[in-house]
């Protein structure tokens, strides 16, 4: 069918007068693809879908109906009919065969009874020839007869012929090259036979299945191992993290403590040492507060306390260092870490010092204080029964160099010792 389609495009082509590189120029398909479809060759085509799309343009450019030329190409191709010899051909073969057989046969019959008019002019018997020849009395028999196709193969035949007409004194090279056409006639029979069994019976071989070239180098070896590879990594791939979700999602973290370590680590802030023992009691702020108004800072106050101990949270918002003393005991002195909340009590007091009171956000005896100060300011505040206490640090007195008068240091003087070794 497709060599029917490019016969129906190229015929055409001619009758239009037109030529391949003008078809090419008007419809920007390639030469060779032009030649293909003409040829039915479409196999040679990249892609089946290339080969309608071709087809359609080509049949269209030349006036043709593209439709039906692409119908015509999904119509199945009918089953070759059976080869039907010719009743005269078969009758003519048999015949040529039967002269062949025949002329074989003559020319066998005529070397045997030139072999055996030979021994019987020389009047040898063959028990004489079997004697001086060592050939058995039953191949001697079988050459005069002619019956060299009894012999169980031609060599032999053909040896033993040779061996018994050097005997007799006869020309050996004629009579071996009479041989040689009974054996070409025979050689044409066994040819002719079997051709004419070849056309005589039917094929039955199934038709090979050939697939275009593209598609053959799609569903080769290679991609198919390499898919099935590519689908494994992938079913592998979306396995695994389904299971680390899970694991993930029934998975608990127990909280954990701060490390002890990390709690101990020296401050590089400087430690501020009070120079008086009794903290100075600063402003405590009033009971009452105001509501504040637009652009005013709130400064949280507190009430004198009135239960029996001091409650107090510390929240932790940055890493900084800080002390706190309980009742004059000191429970912590370290560097706290982000996101610790660290409650104490007390009967009397607890002070706080910190280097950051940015970091640490207050709550006293329930009240949200918020945090301790600005950020890198260093902070110490005592909490007790009657409020918030701000020490004040005394000022260490410095020396005036001018004022200071240099003294003279004594010079050690030199003493002579005797010299013992004179007396």
Same mark, same amino acid.
């Given at each position: 069918m497709n060599k029917i389609v490019g016969k129906k495009l190229k015929e055409s082509r001619i009758s239009q007068s037109l030529s391949i590189e003008e078809i090419s120029e008007k419809t920007f398909i390639r030469k060779h693809f032009l030649i293909a479809l003409e040829e039915g060759n479409f196999s040679s085509l990249p892609s089946a879908a290339q080969v309608r799309g071709y087809l359609r343009s080509y049949a269209d450019y030349l006036g043709l109906d593209s439709d039906e030329i692409l119908d015509s190409l999904k119509q199945k191709p009918e089953p070759p009919s059976p080869i039907s010899l010719d009743e005269n051909l078969e009758t003519q073969e048999k015949t040529n065969i039967l002269d062949k057989t025949k002329k074989m046969e003559e020319i066998f019959r005529e070397i045997g009874g030139g072999i055996k008019k030979r021994r019987e002019l020389l009047g040898l018997t063959l028990e004489e020839i079997e004697i001086h020849t060592h050939i058995q009395i039953n191949y001697l028999q079988m050459v005069e007869s002619g019956s060299f196709s009894s012999f169980p193969s031609p060599t032999q035949a053909r040896g033993m012929l040779g061996n018994y007409a050097n005997f007799l004194d006869m020309d050996k090279h004629a009579v071996m090259l009479r041989f040689a056409d009974a054996l070409q006639a025979t050689l044409d029979v066994e040819i002719k036979s079997e051709k004419f069994e070849e056309i005589a019976k039917p094929s039955s071989e199934k038709r090979k299945i050939t697939l275009p070239?593209?598609?053959?180098?799609?569903?080769?070896?290679?991609?198919?191992?390499?898919?099935?590879? %590519?689908? &494994?990594?992938? =079913? #592998?791939?979306?396995?695994?993290?389904?299971?680390?979700?899970? *694991?993930?999602?029934?998975? +608990?973290?127990?909280?954990?403590?701060?490390?002890?370590?990390?709690?101990?680590?020296?401050?590089?802030?400087?430690?501020?040492?009070?120079?008086?023992?009794?903290?100075?009691?600063?402003?405590?702020?009033?009971?009452?507060?105001?509501?504040?108004?637009?652009?005013?800072?709130?400064?949280?106050?507190?009430?004198?306390?009135?239960?029996?101990?001091?409650?107090?949270?510390?929240?932790?918002?940055?890493?900084?260092?800080?002390?706190?003393?309980?009742?004059?005991?000191?429970?912590?002195?370290?560097?706290?870490?982000?996101?610790?909340?660290?409650?104490?009590?007390?009967?009397?007091?607890?002070?706080?010092?910190?280097?950051? %009171?940015? &970091?640490?956000? =207050? #709550?006293?005896?329930?009240?949200?204080?918020?945090?301790?100060? *600005?950020?890198?300011?260093? +902070?110490?505040?005592?909490?007790?029964r009657q409020g918030i206490i701000l020490p004040t640090p005394t000022i260490t007195p410095t020396l005036n160099p001018d004022l200071i008068t240099p003294e003279l240091t004594p010079t050690p003087t030199f003493t002579p010792t005797p010299n013992l070794g004179e007396n």
């Open positions: 070239l593209w598609l053959r180098n799609i569903l080769s070896a290679d991609t198919f191992v390499f898919g099935i590879l %590519g689908i &494994a990594t992938i =079913i #592998f791939s979306i396995w695994g993290i389904g299971r680390v979700i899970d *694991i993930q999602a029934n998975t +608990v973290i127990p909280p954990t403590a701060p490390a002890l370590s990390k709690l101990l680590l020296p401050s590089e802030t400087p430690e501020i040492i009070p120079t008086s023992s009794e903290p100075v009691v600063g402003n405590i702020a009033p009971i009452n507060t105001v509501a504040p108004e637009d652009d005013e800072t709130i400064d949280p106050t507190l009430q004198p306390f009135q239960g029996e101990n001091i409650e107090l949270n510390v929240i932790v918002r940055e890493r900084t260092f800080l002390r706190v003393t309980v009742d004059g005991k000191i429970e912590f002195d370290g560097r706290v870490i982000p996101g610790s909340n660290l409650p104490y009590t007390a009967n009397q007091k607890i002070e706080l010092l910190t280097g950051n %009171g940015a &970091a640490l956000q =207050i #709550f006293f005896n329930g009240t949200d204080l918020g945090p301790l100060g *600005i950020p890198g300011e260093v +902070v110490n505040v005592v909490y007790s």
